[in-house]
Every structure is written in C-alpha cells, then in structure tokens.
C-alpha cells in the first residue's frame, strides 16, 4: 500500500537550516508531481513546494520562496525540501504528497523554529 514517511524536522533557531525528507512506496513515484504541504496550530494545512515529475520544475508558495528549495530524487523515491533562512512562522507540520488526488497523509514530520 501507498506509504509516505517524513523526516528531517526538528527545534532550529531563527536564521537556521532543516533538511526534510519523504521516502514513498507503494506508487510510481517517478510519474507523479509531488508537494510539501504544512500545517502550523490552529491553522489549516498549506501548500509550500512542488515539482514536477521529472524535477525540473519547482513551484514555490511566496511566504518560502527564495529560502525552500523542494527537490527529488527518483531513484530513491525520495522528496526533499531544504529550508534556509528559517523563521518562526515557518513553524509547523511538514507534509509530503501527491498533487491532486491525496494519498493517505503520513505522520508528518515537525518542524519548530524558535530562540
């Protein structure tokens, strides 16, 4: 069956780095565009990154535009997302999926920037 395993979060200072990971199975990650979507407290989940399928072609929410950068790796069925410049709003949940129709969510990975 569809499995998506985040990681990679973790407590960072303002200004600090994270490097998220989501390995795939149970699909043809190779064919698909994949997203990072986040969800801070009391908020609804968000779309910050895309790719396209072959990664070529990322697409960026502009509140992460220009410090996240999403990328893949086919061969590994993984998805990244480097996150620089971090800062505390960037503080959530972090999710990977599909575009359009969703698999079943992972556990999400937390990421909690702060001083």
């Known amino acids: 069956q569809v499995q998506l395993v985040e990681s990679g979060g973790g407590l960072v200072q303002p200004g600090g780095s994270l490097r998220l990971s989501c390995v795939a199975s149970?699909?043809?990650?190779?064919?698909?565009?994949m997203n990072w979507y986040r969800q801070a407290p009391g908020k609804e989940r968000e779309l910050v990154a895309s790719i396209s399928d072959d990664g070529t072609s990322p697409n960026y929410a502009v509140p992460v535009a220009g410090r996240f950068t999403i990328s893949r790796d086919n061969a590994k069925n993984t998805l990244y997302l480097q996150m620089n410049s971090l800062k505390a709003e960037d503080t959530a949940v972090y999710y990977c999926n599909r575009n359009g129709e969703f698999f079943p969510w992972g556990q999400g990975t937390q990421v909690t920037v702060s001083s």
């Open positions: 149970g699909f043809t990650f190779s064919r698909l565009i």
